[in-house]
C-alpha cells in the first residue's frame, strides 16, 4: 500500500555533501516515523537516522554532528543532509516508514559512494 522511493545518491569526495530525499506515496495514514538505514558491502544494515512525527530525531554514533533528518512540509517525505562524508559512509541507503498497523515499509534504496 505505500512505496518509497530513494533519491539523491551518488559519488562525492570525502568531506563533501549529499543531500538524499525519500518520497513517499499510497496509504500512508498515519505516520508514526520515518528514518533511513544503510547497508555496506558485506555488512548488515544499520540504522543511520529516524525522526517521529513529532519530529524527535536519533542518529548513530557515527553520523551525529554530521547528518540531519528532515520531513518534508507533507509529511509524505525525509531528508537525509549528509555532511562531512567518510569512505566509511560508503553504502546503500535506504529510507523507511512506520505506520500503525501495517508495519514498516523499504524503499529500494540509493547508492552512496565516498571516495578518499
Known amino acids: 500500500q505505500v512505496q518509497l522511493v530513494e533519491s539523491g545518491g551518488g559519488l562525492v569526495q570525502a568531506g563533501g555533501s549529499l543531500r538524499l530525499s525519500c518520497a513517499a506515496s499510497?496509504?500512508?495514514?498515519?505516520?508514526?516515523?520515518m528514518a533511513w538505514y544503510r547497508q555496506a558491502p558485506g555488512k548488515q544494515r544499520e540504522l543511520v537516522a529516524r525522526?517521529?512525527?513529532?519530529?524527535?530525531?536519533n542518529y548513530a554514533d557515527s553520523v551525529k554532528g554530521r547528518f540531519t533528518i528532515s520531513r518534508g512540509n507533507a509529511k509524505n517525505t525525509v531528508d537525509l543532509q549528509m555532511n562531512s562524508l567518510r569512505p566509511e559512509d560508503t553504502a546503500v541507503y535506504y529510507c523507511?516508514?512506520?505506520?500503525?498497523?501495517?508495519?514498516?515499509?523499504w524503499g529500494q534504496g540509493t547508492q552512496v559512494t565516498v571516495s578518499s
Open positions: 499510497g496509504r500512508l495514514f498515519s505516520i508514526l516515523l
Open positions: 523507511s516508514v512506520t505506520i500503525p498497523p501495517f508495519g514498516t515499509t
Open positions: 525522526i517521529t512525527n513529532d519530529d524527535r530525531t
